[in-house]
């Protein structure tokens, strides 16, 4: 017994030391670490996939085949193994939905002109605007059967929008923070504000408003100040655990590129991790008046533990 307890105390002594040595970790530290260990990465894609890497702060490229035409922009799924493609064929755009590696595609002549798409977490089903400016419709597409629900005109909707569960999505209108429930085909607003995402572990829906990013509970209760940043170009982008955020600001040459036209202005991808706040860039993009949509992935799970099997089923 008193070996035991010698052991007991061994570990909980080697913990206590561990812990602050992982609590100062840098978050960049820890991203090129979790990136070698799990493939952990943001990825987007405009004509192609474009991939982070967060030990040198560059981005790589990676074409993907596609059913003809010319890619636009397009939205990974959160394992990084499905793709939605904004396909360009002269007189407009339409929907080609398909796997990363070229295979399978199915193209949806009936979403015309589509954008700023989000995937569910099974890959069943997405979100996104379909149709032209001023007023474009808010849809949701069942993948397998190409029916789509129109949900509203003039919103928008993050690559996160989804619920774990697939059963709700939030999006915005107009400023205001809305969730619609799939299985009651409604909505209701929980907060002012724009941009929403959903975290992963479905606990919080962060949103900005006036420069500040927040979160607050799916119910609408328990609104919180995460932090605030200058310039910010982009929703705020969960991890697959929920610890970390990523976004898009300008740089701090920003300014200076304004007075010194040589110089191009720059925005910088930012990640930060909630529990310390810690935060660093991991690339930087040319500001040229398109600001990519970026996805967490990491290809060996999508889902925290507590959340994995509990889908419930398609919508129609």
């Avoid at 670490?33 to 996939?49: I, W």
């Avoid at 930087?284 to 889902?303: A, F, M, R, T």
Wanted: charged residues 20%; neutral net charge.
């Amino acid at each position: 017994m008193g070996q035991v307890n010698v052991k007991i105390v061994a570990v909980v002594i080697a913990l206590a030391l561990a812990g602050p040595a992982l609590a100062e970790e840098p978050v960049r530290t820890e991203l090129i670490r979790l990136q070698k260990e799990t493939g952990l990465t943001l990825a987007s894609f405009y004509r192609n996939v474009q991939t982070v890497k967060f030990a040198d702060r560059e981005v790589s490229q990676e074409a993907v085949f596609h059913p003809g035409g010319v890619p636009q922009e397009g939205h990974l799924s959160r394992d990084g193994t499905r793709i939605a493609l904004v396909i360009a064929t002269g007189n407009r755009d339409y929907l080609a939905v398909g796997g990363r590696n070229g295979t399978g595609f199915r193209l949806y002549p009936e979403i015309v002109n589509p954008y700023d798409i989000c995937w569910s977490f099974d890959h069943s089903a997405l979100v996104l605007q379909s149709g032209s400016q001023p007023s474009p419709a808010l849809l949701k597409l069942d993948v397998a059967s190409g029916l789509t629900l129109k949900i509203n005109q003039s919103s928008y909707v993050s690559s996160q929008c989804w619920s774990p569960d697939g059963r709700q999505f939030v999006y915005d209108s107009g400023g205001s923070i809305r969730v619609y429930d799939l299985d009651k085909r409604e909505s209701r607003e929980i907060a002012a504000g724009k941009a929403p995402t959903w975290s992963p572990d479905g606990l919080w829906i962060a949103f900005l408003e006036d420069g500040a990013f927040y979160a607050i509970r799916p119910s609408g209760e328990g609104k919180k100040l995460l932090f605030q940043s200058s310039d910010v170009r982009s929703p705020l982008w969960w991890s697959p655990d929920s610890r970390f955020v990523a976004y898009i600001c300008s740089a701090g040459s920003r300014k200076l590129a304004e007075i010194l036209s040589s110089l191009p202005a720059v925005l910088q991808l930012r990640v930060r991790r909630l529990v310390d706040n810690s935060e660093d860039y991991v690339s930087e993009i040319p500001d040229k008046g398109y600001v990519p949509s970026y996805q967490w992935i990491e290809p060996n799970g999508v889902l925290p533990e507590n959340l994995k099997g509990k889908y419930e089923g398609k919508h129609e």
